[in-house]
């Protein structure tokens, strides 16, 4: 696939302790850059748009995704994490929360990278209840996930251009980009 703005270079990726997780390490690294893409699409002047008046403007969800994701990694993966004043960037631009997003995610990446198959296969404490790590891993990507997706319905609603994430969007796509719209595609093999 081919993406315009990459933040973290795959050789910047470390390499998992137990080599049957390195996809959880690469999956952050790649939902990461997937999700700075999309806030750098933002302008300043878009930051306090929402779409209707219960709807989170794009700074709430900026705050919320950086804020709520430094709680996720040291309350439910016992990451090392700075404390939550220090989360959020000083300028509250689309860019400043993009790097700042980059710069908490590259240390997570060493963190899960050094965990072993044991801690990833055990129970953690998840809110009231008690799952295993790896079951809440994949909850935290699922969560991302949702709020970059309000922000790409956001950038459509704008106007904006819409930056490929899975693959290729109505704005971007590339030679070998073959969605699949039709039966044909759908039946291939």
């Known amino acids: 696939m081919t993406y315009e703005f990459t933040a973290i ?26 999700t700075i893409s999309v806030w750098r699409s933002f302008a300043e002047s878009d930051v306090d748009f929402r779409p209707h008046a219960r709807s989170s403007s794009v700074r709430q ?24 004043g220090e989360v959020l960037p000083a300028d509250r631009s689309p860019l400043a929360f993009a790097a ?16 072993d198959a044991p801690w990833w296969l055990s129970d953690g404490k998840f809110f009231d209840v008690q799952r295993s790590r790896i ?4 909850r935290r990507v699922l969560h991302s996930a949702h709020h970059r997706t309000q922000l790409t319905v956001y950038l459509r609603l ?13 704005d971007v796509t590339w030679s070998g980009a073959d969605p699949t719209l039709t039966l044909d595609a759908a039946g291939r093999k």
């Open 61 to 84: 969800i900026l705050e919320h995704q950086l804020l709520s994701e430094r709680r996720f990694f040291a309350e439910f993966l016992d990451s090392p994490e700075p404390p939550p």
């Open 9 to 34: 270079q795959a050789a910047e990726i470390p390499r998992a302790a137990a080599a049957e997780f390195q996809h959880i390490v690469d999956v952050y690294a790649g939902e990461t850059n997937k």
């Open 158 to 170: 704008l106007d904006k251009s819409v930056p490929a994430t899975y693959g290729p969007t109505a």
């Open 100 to 115: 700042r997003m980059e710069q908490l995610a590259t240390p997570r990446l060493t963190y899960l990278a050094s965990r």
């Open 135 to 138: 079951w809440i891993f994949w």
